[in-house]
T-cell receptor
Framework: AAGVIQSPRHLIKEKRETATLKCYPIPRHDTVYWYQQGPGQDPQFLISFYEKMQSDKGSIPDRFSAQQFSDYHSELNMSSLELGDSALYFC???????????????FGSGTQLSVL | KQEVTQIPAALSVPEGENLVLNCSFTDSAIYNLQWFRQDPGKGLTSLLLIQSSQREQTSGRLNASLDKSSGRSTLYIAASQPGDSATYLCAVRHSTDKLIFGTGTRLQVFP
């Protein structure tokens, strides 16, 4: 079965550079979530989209932005990168919004971002 | 504000033992609770999802229970194996769409 696909798998950037992470949800899933997981920490919610509209916002820095496209894939854009942005970035997808459908979230393998 | 805590933070057991991982949450107004497994540097694998109206879910050697009124969930792993070694995370879906994760339990099962 198709899973959530994230690219790239690894990314190395320098401070003040920009990065774009991509997420391709499971086919027919219309909701995408982005999470950030620092070393030894639990995943922290950044932002989510439902039907191409932002549905919720968490601890996402102003330097970051994201969007969901017409084919439901999503991109997380990160500018003015800082050392503290080094983390594993997960994308997850689900069908519909959980409060109405009780659908599981399925996570991708993540993008490991290292800022030097 | 919803807070999710997992106890113990780390657990090391010999192969074959039955074990229980605990998850507690401060706000019982949840829609569902999901247990995940995470291998080092890897993604999150969904294990079980319990809806707020359910009391437990089973999958193979795994059994998860939910007591919403007391804000607790447990993950029971029967006959543990070295391949079960991983970090186990519980996450609750609260009043909004996002999942709020617990602090995780790092499990090591040795032969």
């Amino acid at each position: 079965a198709a899973g959530v696909i994230q690219s790239p798998r690894h990314l190395i950037k320098e401070k003040r550079e920009t990065a774009t992470l991509k997420c391709y949800p499971i086919p027919r899933h219309d909701t995408v979530y982005w999470y950030q997981q620092g070393p030894g920490q639990d995943p922290q919610f950044l932002i989510s989209f439902y039907e191409k509209m932002q549905s919720d916002k968490g601890s996402i820095p102003d330097r970051f932005s994201a969007q969901q496209f017409s084919d439901y894939h999503s991109e997380l854009n990160m500018s003015s990168l800082e050392l503290g942005d080094s983390a594993l970035y997960f994308c997850a997808s689900s069908l519909g919004q959980g409060r109405t459908t009780n659908e599981k979230l399925f996570f991708g393998s993540g993008t490991q971002l290292s800022v030097l | 504000k919803q807070e999710v805590t997992q106890i113990p933070a780390a657990l090391s057991v010999p192969e074959g033992e039955n074990l229980v991982l605990n998850c507690s949450f401060t706000d019982s107004a949840i829609y569902n609770l999901q247990w995940f497994r995470q291998d080092p540097g890897k993604g999150l694998t969904s294990l079980l999802l319990i809806q707020s109206s359910q009391r437990e879910q089973t999958s193979g050697r795994l059994n998860a229970s939910l007591d919403k009124s007391s804000g607790r969930s447990t993950l029971y792993i029967a006959a543990s194996q070295p391949g079960d070694s991983a970090t186990y995370l519980c996450a609750v879906r609260h009043s909004t769409d996002k999942l709020i994760f617990g602090t995780g339990t790092r499990l090591q099962v040795f032969p």
